[in-house]
């Protein structure tokens, strides 16, 4: 599986999420509660672009009238038919077995690991005289 770099950490704060096509499939970032997690961008019912549907939790129930919220921002809901998927696994809520939405391994890695290579840059001498900027070619 290839690694691709999606964006530093301080431009996908908790609570966000960062739409991208890679290799021609879209896929959608999450950071859950500072957890990473990718998505096909993709309904299985459908096609919609399901990552823009909106985050809500699963409502569970142990006893007739007892409704708890659990997983609460981990499941997306499709903006066409409201079908939902746990953001973790890709799960469907909806049909278990038949549905899944493609999931992504995403994590933190520090950048020295991430660019490394004999990268060479170009640099030009630059030189400040009275208020101009001069460029030496």
Not at 68 to 97: A, M, N, V
Not at 115 to 134: F, H, L, N, Q, R
């Amino acid at each position: 599986m290839a690694r691709h770099v999606i964006a530093p950490v301080d431009e996908l704060p908790p609570g966000t999420r960062k739409f991208l096509e890679i290799d021609g499939r879209p896929i959608a970032i999450f950071n859950i509660k500072g957890e990473y997690f990718g998505l096909m961008n993709r309904c299985p019912h459908q096609g919609a672009a399901l990552c823009e549907g909106p985050l809500i939790g699963l409502a569970q129930s142990s006893n007739p009238g007892e409704i708890e919220y659990t997983k609460l921002g981990e499941i997306i809901r499709c903006p066409w038919h409201g079908w939902e998927f746990d953001i973790r696994t890709g799960q469907s809520y909806c049909d278990p077995r038949r549905f899944r939405v493609k999931a992504y391994p995403a994590h933190v890695e520090p950048g020295a690991s991430v660019v490394k290579g004999p990268y060479v840059a170009e640099t030009i001498p630059v030189k400040v005289e009275s208020d101009y900027v001069v460029v030496e070619l």
